[in-house]
């Protein structure tokens, strides 16, 4: 079974620009959370989506937005990138009633702001 | 989410059992101890979790103390592929609920040949 997927694997913006990063779930999983992690860091909850609905945030600013389609899959966006928003972008899902502990995880995005 | 403290670095030899401290002093009687793993450049990886007693799985065991306040996971057979950043994450049980994971830095294990 395909584990869950995200595109583009690494990605270089500019300061100021505008960014989207994508996430297939595992087949069947309709629930998916986005992290954050920053080098030498472990990750930070930034979003949960199921239903396509917001459920759950993390400390972040308003730039950060999320949405799931009715395929379960979902996309970040980051608007006006800063230098500190270079990271991994990690996208995890689970099944719904599956406790929000054991997610499963992609291999994450690696984002560099320049 | 009750805090935790990991050492930074361990390192351990091959086909050696490996075991990872985590501090939780300030653990409450409804929080579970999860642990995760990162190997590098991948997404972290869930391994194991426990309440108050003792728990095995293929991939680890997880020795909780009497207390509570700290405890060890455990790999019987440390091989190069174990090579991760370990992470040890207290919290209640969500249920399903929509609050996310809080990742400390973790602790980096080496497996040397």
């Known amino acids: 079974d395909a584990g869950v997927t995200q595109s583009p694997t690494h990605l270089i913006k500019t300061r100021g620009q505008h960014v989207t990063l994508r996430c297939s779930p595992i087949?069947?999983?309709?629930?998916v959370s986005w992290y954050q992690q920053v080098l030498g860091q472990g990750p930070q909850f930034i979003f949960q989506?199921?239903?396509?609905?917001?459920?759950g945030r993390g400390n972040f600013p308003d730039r950060f937005s999320a949405r799931q389609f009715p395929n379960y899959s979902s996309e970040l966006n980051v608007n006006a990138l800063l230098l500190g928003d270079s990271a991994l972008y990690l996208c995890a899902s689970r099944p719904l009633g599956q406790a929000q502990e054991t997610q499963y995880f992609g291999p994450g995005t690696r984002l560099l702001v320049l | 989410d009750a805090k935790t403290t990991q050492p930074p670095s361990m390192d351990c030899a091959e086909g050696r059992a490996a075991n990872l401290p985590c501090n939780h002093s300030t653990i409450s009687g409804n929080e579970y101890v999860y642990w995760y793993r990162q190997i590098h450049s991948q997404g972290p990886q869930y391994i194991i979790h426990?309440?108050?007693n003792n728990e095995t799985n293929e991939m680890a065991s997880l020795i909780i103390t009497e207390d509570r306040k700290s405890s060890t996971l455990i790999l019987p057979h440390a091989t190069l592929r174990d090579t991760a950043v370990y992470y040890c994450?207290?919290?209640?049980?969500?249920?399903?609920?929509?609050?996310?994971?809080?990742f400390g830095k973790g602790t980096h294990l080496i497996i040397q040949p």
């Open positions: 087949s069947g999983h309709k629930s």
């Open positions: 426990g309440l108050k």
């Open positions: 989506y199921y239903e396509k609905e917001e459920r």
């Open positions: 994450i207290v919290r209640p049980h969500s249920g399903g609920g929509a609050d996310g994971l809080t």
